[in-house]
């Protein structure tokens, strides 16, 4: 199979030196033998004092370990192989003739055909050589090992060191395999897990692709796919340099026996220096991985062996001869972990070979709590969740509130410490507000602290009002007893809420109640004008406003009205009012209870001013017949309205005053008179203003209102004429014996016809009527009356003898 065209032009240059040094003639250009070839098996199992573990829990083998090694080879197998094992003991330091033994795999007896060994004093590495029978083949090898001592302890740490990587591989694509046959949705959160427990390169670019094809792009190995393992590789980086690196081939067929994705692995070391060194022509040494799982070891070869000259030596690398160095594994938790149930998982960092290989064994967590009480529960790891998961049931214990628990087990014959973890269990003391309990505001999300037991096994929390759904909320949970909450009261009500927190493993929620208040009101001045018996309070939210007491008379709440952002609150006294003098302090008490308060001011009296008199005139419009308004108070839209007014109480007129216009649902001015439009003085008490319809904004009507302002001061709004819009009669046909026909536009603006002014018999028009004639009865003295749907107070009307302009 193919490397990787970015890999190939590295490997292909050392492969094919490695290859020519062990004999093997490289086909033009053929690929690189991958380590793909299943060679022999081994059993072996180690001896320290009273304890036996099998070679896949040893990570190393100390002066006075016994090992039992035995070639497991097939009943039909055809070749003989001689099981060699060297000691060595330094580069410059040939072994003795004693520290090599050999066994015949062939023979019947368990004493010839296996190796039953002690580790000298003074060794530091064994190698194991599998070796064609040929006649003087142990002496040949002891030979070669003792003359170059430091060959064989390089190839033994290289090889040890490929193996270990490759076992981390493999727990990788094994993950990754079972998740794209399995669950490929969930590669998003596995692979990132794993790449961290495993020290693998992680392409984050593969998770952003479709599901199809995230697997195959995680195993790509653009670069080296197997980063540095720190702990493993010290020993073989003191002495030989840079770690093992490793190139990964892919399969992408089923036909190839392995499934989408197959790992296949080059060992890019200078094995042509290495293996070259030692090699003659009776023998060529071929480097092999080793699997190990339990006692067994299983070779792969990256080419098939020799049985002709030079025959093939497979050589198997053993653990270093060294003290057991266990690795610091790290708490990797954020925080305390909720241990309430089997399956919690402990997060642990720094040490890959912790879920590649057995060499961490019997491990378990001891909880000890407060009063002393202990649990030891069995974990085991899980490089896809990061950590050590309990597989023990915590629950019987009978544990609350914060305990501690510390990992510990085994590293190979060694006592192994792991981290200490802070671990949380739900208990019945109840939730509380942390510190001074907040004021919570509806309108916006309100944080809020709690502390409680265990706010790791918070399992959800939710808010309830009212009897109404539960929703869920968020929460984080901060430091050691902190329960961080975000309430969403942007759609709530003012009034009691109901927080629900529910543990992990208990069925019954423990509720918190609070209460929610309406947005604070903003308060900025309460002001009462000399004269008046009604004062504005000025600020932001003022419907909540219930009352204010000021100068000894309760005032309620009498008009809201809002200027941009601003509310502007109309308040009347309840009782005589006796003019306070200067500021006087007001208390104001909103609805939900709360009180604030804000100072009262006396302001200057505002202008006050009556209406004197008024008339209306209207312009000829041509090809219309007139209406007549005699009698009528309406301002037509076509027409202008004079009127004059009079200052009262000392109110005084000069050339900065103007009289504002508006209609009489809003406050929103819609014409304002000033000296010169629209506006004289007569004299210091009277003034007279002009106003043209026309002026006004397009489609007014209904009643208008006006009021004088001074310096910034406005006075109280007065009526001053309903402004209706007017229908355009175009003519009046009374010829027929049944009455008469009215044609013309917008006869929608008329609410009813009458024969007479008394209204006895009227024809009513209907809402939105869009025709341009109207039948109505035949007059009793030659007019017919309206009803102006914008001023049905008022009637208007029309000659039938009339003609269109007169």
Known sequence: MPLHRNCRRLVLPLIASAALALGIAPAGAADPAPFELPGPGLRITVKRGDAVLPIAQVPSLTAGDELSIKAELPEEQGAHFILLSAFLRGATNPPPKDWIKAAETWKPKEKDNSLRLTVPKGARQMTLFLVPDTGGAEGTIADAVRGKPGEFIRATQELNQASLDRSRLDAFMAAIRAQDN??????????????RSLSMKLNEECLSKVIELQASCLLENRDALVLADVHSSSVAETLTGAPTDLV????????????????????????????????NPQFNYLPTLSV??????????????????????????MPAIEADSPPRLRNAAEGPVCAVRAGTVLPVEGAPL?????????????????????????????????????T???????????????????WGFEPLEGPDFALQFPGESPWTIAGEAPTLVIGRDNPLLLKGDAPACVESVTIRQNGAAAQSIGWKVAGKDGLVLSLPLADRRPGELMVDIKYQGVAKPQTLSLRAYAQASRLDSLILHGGDDWATLSGQRLDQVASVEAGGVEWKPAGLTRDGKVDRLRLAAQGALVPPQGETPARVRMADGRTASVPLTLAPPRPRVTLLSRSIARDKVDGTVALDFAGADILPDDGRIDFSVRGEGGTRFSPDDSIEVAGASSDAVLVRLTAGKGLRIEGPEVEVASLDASALPPSTFGALRFRVVQAGEAGDWQPLVPLARLPRIEAIDCAGESGCTIRGRDLFLIASIAETADFARSTQVAQGYTGSTLAVGAPADGKLFLRLRDAQEGIVSVSVGRKPGS
């Not at 799982?293 to 497979?314: C, I, T, W, Y």
């Not at 001891?366 to 899980?382: F, Q, S, W």
């Not at 009978?398 to 510390?406: E, H, L, S, T």
């Open 182 to 195: 399995y669950h490929p949705e969930y590669l998003r959160s596995v692979a990132p897990a794993l790449a």
């Open 248 to 279: 990964l081939q892919l399969s992408s067929t089923r036909e190839a026996g392995y499934g989408y994705y197959s790992p296949y692995i080059g060992v890019v070391r200078d094995l042509a220096r290495i293996f070259g060194a030692f090699s």
């Open 292 to 317: 190990r799982r339990d006692d067994g070891v299983s070779l792969l070869l990256n080419s098939a062996p020799s049985f002709q000259k030079p025959k093939s030596v497979m050589v198997v690398a």
């Open 354 to 390: 912790v879920y590649s290989t057995a060499y961490a064994r019997d491990m378990k967590l001891l909880i000890t709590a407060p009063d002393g009480k202990t649990l030891d529960l069995p974990v085991e790891p899980r490089a896809n969740l990061g950590g050590y998961v309990l």
């Open 392 to 410: 023990g049931d915590p629950a019987s214990a009978g544990f609350a509130g914060a305990v501690q628990g510390r990992l510990h087990g085994y």
